[in-house]
């Protein structure tokens, strides 16, 4: 028993959190993982989720553990993502969501979204970009390897995600930080992009800040829809992008 304790500490230096479908595959039996967390050897987080006792697992510790182990892709994203890559943004009201992904086909946890350790959650699909995992790449963050939007993602993210989570207002000053975007990713992204409302929103945020990247798109290849999009009531109709934004956005200069 005490060769098999020893062992899971060596691997629990690699990937501090362990899963049951994992420590099975190691030889480990049920009741034997009993016996661990009985004697104190280990702790159990939520059904089939265990760590060494008196850790406090972090949620990038929970994501890279995951990948390693299981092969899992959660991915963070939004203004998370951006935040970690070093676009400081503004403040938020209250305490800020942390934005995850799952990927397309699969399903994050109900303990990641019910536990405690992680307060303030946010569970997303990456549906608006047709299940695609492009754009999204490893970051190192807290000493491990997590899976998180690059800036051209996240930044579509964000928007898709206005005005629910994010004003309008906000989302722009987010925008025109954005002067070094990848316009080949950029491109590509807005041609997966299943959001007519997204796509017109971002082309009007980087017109309007003159961005140097945004004259370098492919219009024409960007799914801009038919009609008109009321973004916010009572707003300013701006004829070009047929969206109608907050009057605090059109007149900020």
């Not at 501090?16 to 420590?23: D, E, H, K, M, N």
């Not at 998180?148 to 925008?175: F, G, H, K, N, W």
């Not at 491109?187 to 959001?195: A, H, I, T």
């Not at 017109?207 to 492919?218: E, G, I, S, V």
Request: hydrophobic share 40%; with cysteine; charged share 20%.
């Amino acid at each position: 028993m005490s060769t098999k304790i020893k062992q899971l500490q060596r691997q629990s230096q690699e990937t501090p959190v362990l899963f049951s479908a994992w420590l099975e595959q190691q030889g480990l039996t049920r009741s034997e993982l009993a016996d661990f967390v009985r004697r104190n050897w280990l702790q159990r987080i939520a059904n089939g989720v265990y760590c060494f006792d008196g850790y406090t697992p972090t949620l990038y510790a929970v994501l890279y553990s995951y990948h390693k182990l299981l092969g899992k892709k959660y991915a963070l994203g939004a203004s998370t993502a951006l935040g970690l890559r070093g676009f400081s943004h503004y403040g938020y009201m209250g305490e800020e969501p942390t934005f995850l992904y799952e990927p397309s086909g699969e399903h994050i946890p109900k303990w990641l979204k019910t536990s405690r350790l992680f307060a303030n959650l946010q569970i997303f699909s990456t549906n608006l970009f047709s299940g695609s995992e492009l754009g999204i790449d490893l970051l190192e963050v807290g000493g491990y390897e997590v899976f998180a939007s690059s800036p051209e993602r996240a930044i579509i993210e964000v928007l898709s995600l206005s005005p629910q989570y994010y004003s309008l207002m906000d989302a722009y000053y987010v925008t025109e930080m954005l002067t070094t975007l990848r316009v080949n990713l950029l491109q590509e992204l807005l041609e997966m992009s299943r959001s007519v409302k997204v796509n017109r929103l971002l082309l009007y945020f980087a017109d309007k800040a003159q961005l140097p990247w945004f004259r370098r798109l492919d219009v024409s290849k960007i799914n801009l829809g038919k009609g008109k999009r009321a973004l916010a009531t009572p707003g300013v109709y701006v004829e070009k992008y047929q969206i109608t934004v907050p009057q605090e956005l059109y007149d900020y200069e």
